[in-house]
């Protein structure tokens, strides 16, 4: 399998395991030591980093850019998505309620601001973070033209998007939205059950998949779905020699046609190649559907 895939085909090329920074702030790296997983990450083939303008009570971004203002080389080498949309109530921000906020002065604000975080002039890949019951898609429409006209961001998508969230802000659009950042693993099948899957599939889409271990839950059993899959994972898991779980998973995802590009959001370097390792593993239809199996709780009729 290529490490790099052209997402939806449409000039982006991103690495076929994109390295997320949710927890960055939560790593307590030195800036060196993030210097070094940055560039463990590039070695192994793993060039794309996903954000968001929230993750760490906005912090991750600059964090990240930190290493970017001195080794202004790096940038060339690597990809950054990110996302806007989310208004979070905290002490930081005391609103009066969490919200949304898809209008267009606030996605140019909030862009501008991802770019001073970054130290960089240019996002490859803009994310709506959240589907906003308050959007007007044409104000998102013309954010998005406007960033595209200024060259601050390259291409744009959604994410955890429904099927009609998404054919809504496409028809107001004169850009192609190239991907929707889903929740997909073997302990989340919601996608493949509400038919975006099979949406993304017509429309040569490739989702990105968010928490592909399931937060963990494969591997700290809690309940009778976690053991069925952890059961199914090992059974599988045999056929190609070895006793990486997380491996297995990555493969399930990476072996379905509509070219899952899943995002692995471990700080551990170990962990990412275990997802990287995902990429020389050739899965045929029924080790795919033990693990499909054993996660609906069910056969497949």
Request: charged residues 20%; contains cysteine.
């Amino acid at each position: 399998m290529e490490m790099t895939i052209s997402v939806s085909k449409s000039g982006l090329k991103f690495s076929r395991i994109v390295q997320g920074m949710m927890r960055l702030n939560q790593w307590n790296f030195t800036k060196t030591e993030l210097e070094e997983f940055v560039q463990k990450c590039i070695n192994l083939g793993v060039t794309t980093f996903d954000h968001a303008d929230i993750y760490g009570n906005h912090t991750c971004e600059a964090i990240f850019g930190n290493i970017l203002k001195d080794n202004p080389s790096l940038r060339n080498k690597i990809q950054i998505v990110t996302k806007c949309g989310i208004m979070l109530k905290n002490e930081k921000f005391p609103r009066r309620v969490a919200h949304y906020n898809t209008r267009k002065e606030h996605i140019l604000e909030s862009v501008d601001q991802s770019l001073k975080n970054f130290n960089t002039n240019y996002i490859d890949l803009l994310l709506i973070h959240r589907p906003d019951p308050f959007m007007n898609p044409e104000e998102i429409a013309e954010a998005f033209y406007q960033l595209s006209k200024a060259g601050k961001v390259l291409y744009f998508g959604v994410s955890n998007f429904t099927i009609q969230q998404f054919k809504t802000l496409q028809s107001k659009m004169n850009l192609n939205l190239v991907t929707n950042q889903i929740e997909i693993s073997p302990y989340n099948l919601e996608h493949f059950q509400n038919d975006n899957i099979y949406f993304l599939m017509e429309k040569n889409i490739n989702p990105m998949a968010w928490s592909p271990l399931a937060g963990g839950k494969l591997f700290n059993i809690n309940d009778d779905k976690g053991k069925r899959i952890t059961n199914a994972l090992k059974e599988v898991a045999k056929d190609f020699n070895t006793e990486s779980l997380d491996t297995i998973v990555y493969a399930w995802l990476l072996n379905h046609p509509v070219g899952i590009i899943p995002i692995s959001g471990s700080g551990k370097i170990q962990r990412l190649k275990n997802a990287v390792d995902a990429l020389e593993i050739k899965m045929d239809p029924e080790q795919w559907y033990i693990i499909y199996e054993a996660a609906l709780g069910q056969r497949v009729p």
